[in-house]
């Protein structure tokens, strides 16, 4: 599995407040979420973003409270895959339950900027900056979770079996 686009970075402490506002919870249609992701850190996000592009952020990404609709925003929005320094533990646990991929790897965090193009290979963990010409070892996804992005989420490859 491989990813490929457009990068879209962030800094520290981008909490799911800020990914999709509390004010459009009432809301579980993905596309509609998609529609506001962002919007409060990144109003041209929603306009910006194509299928395929990476989200790229610093430490702790995904704090705050442990709602499912952040990651759902996201990969409704077209990411194909978040990179980070750190991830706060329970979206990482929900961005893998939907199906959306996400690696930590400090070296990618800081050296990959806003607009750079970037390839992830999720089979070696190697993250591949094609605009700067660098690359970076990221955490390889173990096979059982490659399936689970596979399927699109949990559910799915809870129901596949």
């Known amino acids: 599995m491989k990813a490929f686009g457009t990068v879209f970075k962030y800094g520290d402490n981008v909490d799911t407040d800020v990914i999709i506002p509390a004010r459009y919870l009432n809301s579980s249609d993905p596309k509609e979420l998609a529609t506001h992701c962002m919007e409060d850190i990144d109003k041209d996000f929603v306009n910006k973003v194509k299928p395929g592009d990476i989200i790229v952020a610093e430490k702790n990404f995904g704090c705050g409270s442990s709602r499912e ?40 965090s800081k050296g990959i900027e806003q607009g750079d193009k970037v390839e992830v290979d ?19 996804f173990p096979e059982f979770m490659q399936k689970i992005i596979q399927a699109e989420g949990l559910i799915n490859y809870i129901n596949q079996k």
């Not at 990411?79 to 991929?101: K, M």
Request: hydrophobic residues 45%.
């Open 69 to 108: 609709h952040a990651p759902i925003a996201i990969k409704a929005a077209g990411v194909s895959c978040v990179i980070a320094e750190t991830f706060a533990r329970i979206f990482y646990r929900n961005a893998i339950n939907i199906g959306l991929p996400i690696i930590e790897c400090p070296e990618a």
């Open 122 to 140: 999720f089979d070696s963990g190697i993250i591949y900056n094609r605009t700067k010409g660098t690359q970076f070892k990221g955490q390889a």
